[in-house]
Nanobody
């Protein structure tokens, strides 16, 4: 069983930056692909970014490509999401997930954190 805890969310002005962190425990972290998804009020949870277990492969939704960067530190059991040039439409609860396959499919992730709120507003 893997436990995930996100942190780093908050209120930021448009154009600003935030760095989300997801701490994992209870499993062999490097064997899991990790992903970030987000859910805005009234909308379905959507893919943001994913990274392979080794960190050698990563993927981004078109809406965040060039602005967000995913990374992981397997020694610290953490995955990060650096978010730059934030826009109001990035406002959502951000969740990290862990799964054997990863990628951009919600069902590929077996474990989820509780989420962290990101609000982009002036």
């Amino acid at each position: 069983q893997v436990q995930l805890v996100e942190s780093g969310g908050g209120l930021v002005q448009p154009g600003g930056s935030l760095r989300l962190s997801c701490a994992a425990s209870g499993g062999t972290f490097s064997t899991y692909a990790m992903g970030w998804f987000r859910q805005a009020p009234g909308k379905e949870r959507e893919f943001v970014s994913a990274i392979s277990g080794s960190g050698g492969s990563f993927y981004y939704a078109d809406s965040v490509k060039g602005r967000f960067t995913i990374s992981r530190d397997n020694a610290k059991n953490r995955v990060y999401l650096q978010m730059n040039s934030l826009k109001p439409e990035d406002t959502a609860v951000y969740y990290c997930g862990a799964g054997a396959r990863g990628g951009d499919v919600l069902g590929s992730y077996a474990y989820w954190g509780q989420g962290t709120q990101v609000t982009v507003s002036s």
